[in-house]
């Protein structure tokens, strides 16, 4: 998701709930990957009745929906709200040890 | 005050990873990994096509047997799980939409490949484990040429 993510960045979302969230072209979000047992993150980029096609930001190194096509919007998890990139965390680590 | 709202909010929820890849290095990749796994289930197919029960009743030479069968068998499913996984990677990590004006029957390949490795996971089938190794020959060659390369297909067996 570069550059708009890197590795290691933590990110906040809120819960996708089916019946009361809105889901938006250009959003991040976090969802079930539909083979293996881990959890994706990626930007909404068309979105149908029950389904959503995500792509990655780094294009050229990103796994989505050109090659897993749609994701059911009952694999969404949450929509991403703020992020906090992974130098700035190291920097505001020593007040979390406090 | 930000740190406290961090604080609280992480102390409140439990953090879960997330990625934006499947797997490792972006860029990274070599169908060496699945050629390998290959040919662990081919040597574990031949070997378990080998192995005779004992022809007596004695308990000990029973259990080395069946101890044996099991190792053999579990190492199959167990690489054959795993060439399947190193195929799939190649196949939605690498290779890109443009790869399949090359390669018309990559997704033909890739997807018979797969079912070679379902197939030589359930059963004892030596036929079927020459031809996924055959399967895994032809994803190496399309892997090499939409690279520029003709690298040679060289088994470690």
């Known amino acids: ?98 | 005050m930000l740190s406290k709202f961090l604080k609280s909010n992480l102390i409140k929820h439990k953090a879960i990873k997330v990625y934006a890849h499947c797997d490792g290095p972006c860029g990274v990749y070599d169908p060496a990994s699945a050629r390998v796994a290959a040919e662990a289930v081919l040597s574990m197919t031949k070997k378990l096509i080998d192995l005779s029960p004992p022809e007596n009743t004695s308990s000990e030479e029973w259990a080395s047997y069946s101890n044996t069968f099991s190792r053999y068998v579990a190492v199959k499913e167990d690489q054959a799980k795993e060439t399947k996984k190193e195929i799939l990677i190649l196949w939605t990590d690498y290779f890109k939409p443009v790869h399949l004006e090359t390669f018309p029957d990559l997704h033909e390949t890739i997807w018979k490949a797969t079912k070679l490795c379902s197939a030589c996971k359930v059963n004892i089938d030596l036929k079927q484990a020459e031809e996924l190794m055959t399967y895994i020959e032809r994803i190496h060659n399309i892997f090499w040429q939409s690279k520029g390369r003709s690298d040679a297909f060289v088994k470690a067996s």
Do not use: A, W
């Open chain 1, 1 to 98: 998701m570069e550059p708009s993510l890197i590795d290691g960045d933590i990110v906040f979302f809120r819960k996708y709930l089916k019946n009361k969230s809105t889901l938006k072209t250009g959003q991040i979000i976090i969802f079930k990957h539909p083979i293996d047992e881990i959890h994706l993150i990626k930007r909404v980029k068309t979105i149908k009745e029950f389904s959503v096609e995500v792509f990655g930001d780094n294009k050229k190194c990103s796994t989505d929906s050109d090659f897993f096509g749609f994701i059911q919007k009952s694999k969404v998890l949450g929509i991403v709200t703020t992020s906090i990139s992974k130098k700035n965390f190291k920097t505001l680590s020593p007040f979390f040890n406090s």
